[in-house]
C-alpha cells in the first residue's frame, strides 16, 4: 500500500505520464513485460511503476522516461495501448475513453462494436446535445 498512497512521490521521478488499463488477469505478467519491452526499445533510462486493482483486472501505469513532448508521449502510448489488443484488453479501465484515448478506441473494441456504440448513442441523443465531437459525433 505505500506505494499507492504514496503515488505523488512516485511521479516526482521524472516528467510523468500516467495511463489506466484494463485486461485478463492471466495475462497482466506478459503484458506488463512487453511494455517494459516496448519502452527499453525507445528509452535506455526509464520508470514504470504499476498498480491497480489486479482482482478486477484494472492496472495503473505511471511511466517516466525523462521527457514530457508530444512525441515521446506518443511512442508511450503506443507501448501500453497496443499490447491490449493482443490480450483482449481495453485502453480504458475506470475514466471512460475520452478525447485522449478516442484513437486507440480500435485496440480494444471490434469495428462492429464501435459501430453499435454510435448507432446507440445516435438513438439516445438524437440532437447530439451530450459530448457533441467528443467521441462519435
Not at 44 to 66: E, K, Q, S, Y
Request: aromatic share 8%; hydrophobic share 35%; glycine share 8%.
Amino acid at each position: 500500500w505505500a506505494i499507492r498512497d504514496d503515488v505523488e512521490q512516485q511521479t516526482n521521478y521524472k516528467p510523468t505520464f500516467m495511463y489506466d488499463v484494463s485486461l485478463p488477469i492471466s495475462s497482466m505478467e506478459d503484458y506488463i513485460s512487453q511494455v517494459h519491452k516496448n519502452l527499453k526499445h525507445s528509452w535506455d533510462d526509464f520508470r514504470c511503476i504499476v498498480f491497480g486493482h489486479l482482482a478486477d483486472g484494472n492496472l495503473h501505469l505511471i511511466i517516466g522516461v525523462g521527457s514530457d513532448d508530444i512525441d515521446s508521449q506518443k511512442k508511450i502510448e503506443i507501448s501500453v495501448y497496443e499490447p491490449l489488443k493482443l490480450v483482449g484488453g481495453s485502453v480504458s479501465a475506470e475514466h471512460g475513453i475520452g478525447f485522449e484515448k478516442k484513437q486507440y478506441l480500435n485496440l480494444s473494441r471490434s469495428e462492429t462494436e464501435i459501430n453499435l456504440m454510435k448507432n446507440l448513442k445516435k438513438s439516445l441523443d438524437p440532437k447530439n446535445i451530450l459530448n457533441s465531437g467528443l467521441i462519435f459525433g
